[in-house]
Every structure is written in structure tokens, then in C-alpha cells.
């Protein structure tokens, strides 16, 4: 999601009093709460709150096409389908009203916020527990990433290691120049490996696509988690990255892992931290300069630097970070 994306309104109606910091912590905007009701420093939803019906948004339960003649188009507008479907909010979404869709769980509103591409202005998930809160939280991870921090590292060796199964990410969208995902040897210093887009007298380009190395190689996902590249699979949420360090998220199609030369790459940013990966040995698999170009690991040569992400040390489990001693090498 660019910085320029209207921030969507995410009310969030706990189930009980004991979640309602559960759902600042997930993502909410806004919490649907009685007066007196602990808001985790939150606006409210109701009376006397921050949002209240009749002064900012309306609200109406949509159980025929009729029914949406009669939705304001000047302020927000709280649509209860009768049975859950996304017509109504595409009907009003294509008239120009801004729409709060009503939710039961985070699957209904991850669908709410992406209709029709730009998705409805915000969702109310009512009666959410802890488990349905976590899920939404996890799913607006997704959704809008946080953007990550690039430095550059300098290319201090390149050798070729022999044969290798290495894992290859076709997505279910296309990449622009410059974008591609954050993958590496060791969970905490990555490269940034280019997608497949750029022409080649040889072979189509792919924009679609990122050779993105050997299966031990970490790959960074949504919400600060790394996976092995061997694990991804078709329906499976991946990380793209631009050279700015712009994300935003795309699932795999595909994971081929085929057997192909390999090559390591190393690298060493400017306080002596290294950086690994083990790539394809072609000239479609390429990493990123520093002016955000794509550089085939065929004309790579030592002393070229190149996009990469440092992360906080630690370990993972299970992809996720834990503090521990550990040394990667």
C-alpha cells in the first residue's frame, strides 16, 4: 500500500471488555464500546464518541437492491447485509460512497477491503473475540505491510558451488523494475533479489517471477516472519520489496524447485556485517544496484554494491524471532 492510500477505518467491537487492547494492538482505528469502556486510547464508536451515528456515518441493513437507493452518499455509510455478500458494497462503492462494510471474521473483512481493488473505506468486525482479533490483525499484516530499511553492502566474493536445488517464486502478480524479495543465508541479512522482468534476447521476460535461490535460503514474509524457501507453496504470502523499501504483499503461484548450477554471493556492508545467499548461476537472476537497477549475478564483479536489508539479530522459530544467541556462517 503506498504512503498515499487512504488509511482504512478499522472499527472493532470486542466481544468483551478484556480485548479491547488485544484489538488496538491488532490494527483498530476505532473500538465500538460503551461509555466508561477502556478504549486502549482509541477514538469511539457511539455516543458521545469520536464517531457517532446520524452525525458521521448512517447506518442500514441492505436486504434488496432497492435498499441501496436509500444510502447517503455524504457521509460514511454502515452496511449490514442481511446474508454476508459483497454486491452492495460493490454497488455503493461504484456510486461514490464510502463504506464501512459489517464483518464476522477477518477472512469477510480481508475480501470487504479488497473488493474491486481499492476495497470499502473501512470494516465494523463485531463481537470479535481474542482468536478472530489475532486473525485480523495477522491478515491486515498482510494487507499493508510496513515498509522495510535497505542499506547497501559491497560484493566482496562470488563462487561457484557445484549443483543445487534452488527454488524458483512465481507470483500471482507482476513485479515493476526494481522490485523483488528479500532472500538470504542467514535470517538476518538479506539481498534483494530482482524479479525475472527485464527483456532478454534469450528466453521472455517474467515479471511475474523471482529466482530466488537455494531452498535452505530464508525469504521474508508478511508481519517480520521468515520462511525457507523450500516451504513456500502456491497460496502462501510473500514479501515484495521495490529498491526504495516499499512493500506490499503477493502469493505464490508456485514454488519450482529445480536442480541448476548455483552460485554464492557475498557481501559486506560498511560496519563489516556479511551477507550470503547461494543463487541460480544465469544471467536472468539478478540483485539490485544501488540506483535501483537490476544487475545480473553474471556481470556482478567485487567491489559492487548492492541493495540489502539488516534485520535485528536473534534467532527464529518457526519463522518467528525469538532473543537468543546464535552465529550464522
Known amino acids: 500500500m503506498s504512503d498515499s492510500t487512504p488509511r482504512k477505518h478499522i472499527w472493532i467491537e470486542p466481544a468483551d471488555p478484556a480485548t479491547a487492547r488485544a484489538a488496538g494492538e491488532a490494527g483498530a482505528t476505532a473500538l465500538v464500546v460503551p461509555e466508561g469502556a477502556d478504549t486502549a486510547d482509541l477514538p469511539r464508536v457511539g455516543a458521545g464518541g469520536a464517531f457517532r451515528e446520524g452525525r458521521d456515518f448512517e447506518r442500514y441493513r441492505i436486504e434488496r437492491e432497492s435498499d441501496e437507493e436509500a444510502v447517503r452518499p455524504d457521509r460514511l455509510a454502515v452496511i449490514e447485509p442481511t446474508e454476508w455478500t459483497i454486491i452492495p458494497a460493490e454497488n455503493l462503492i461504484a456510486r461514490g460512497v464510502d463504506v464501512i462494510q459489517v464483518v464476522d471474521t477477518a477472512e469477510q473483512a480481508k475480501l470487504a477491503l479488497t473488493i474491486m481493488e481499492q476495497g470499502v473505506a473501512g470494516i465494523w468486525l463485531r463481537h470479535a473475540d481474542a ?91 508478511p508481519g517480520d516472519r521468515v520462511r525457507y524457501l523450500a516451504e513456500m507453496a502456491s497460496g502462501d504470502p510473500a514479501l515484495v520489496v521495490d529498491s526504495d523499501g516499499h512493500t506490499r504483499t503477493l502469493a505464490v503461484g508456485r514454488n519450482k524447485i529445480e536442480r541448476r548450477p548455483m552460485v554464492q554471493i557475498e557481501a559486506v556492508d560498511d560496519d563489516g556485517t556479511r551477507y550470503s545467499a547461494i543463487l541460480q548461476h544465469a544471467e536472468t537472476i539478478r540483485l539490485v544496484s544501488l540506483e535501483g537497477r537490476a544487475v545480473s549475478v553474471l556481470d556482478l564483479r567485487p567491489g559492487d554494491r548492492v541493495r540489502v536489508s539488516l534485520a535485528e539479530r536473534g534467532g527464529r522459530h518457526f519463522g518467528r524471532r525469538v532473543e537468543e544467541t546464535i552465529n550464522e556462517r
Open 131 to 221: 482468536a478472530t482479533i489475532a486473525a485480523l490483525g495477522r491478515m491486515l499484516a498482510e494487507l499493508a505491510p510496513a515498509p522495510v530499511e535497505l542499506t547497501d553492502a559491497r560484493i566482496s566474493a562470488i563462487t561457484p558451488v557445484g549443483m543445487g536445488d534452488r527454488s524458483c517464486l512465481d507470483l500471482i502478480g507482476e513485479l515493476a523494475p526494481g522490485e523483488g524479495l528479500l532472500v538470504g543465508s542467514f535470517n538476518h541479512a538479506r539481498f534483494l533479489i530482482h524479479s525475472e522482468n527485464v527483456d532478454n534476447p534469450h528466453c521472455a521476460a517474467r515479471p511475474f517471477r523471482v529466482n530466488a535461490g537455494a531452498i535452505h535460503g530464508y525469504v521474508v514474509t
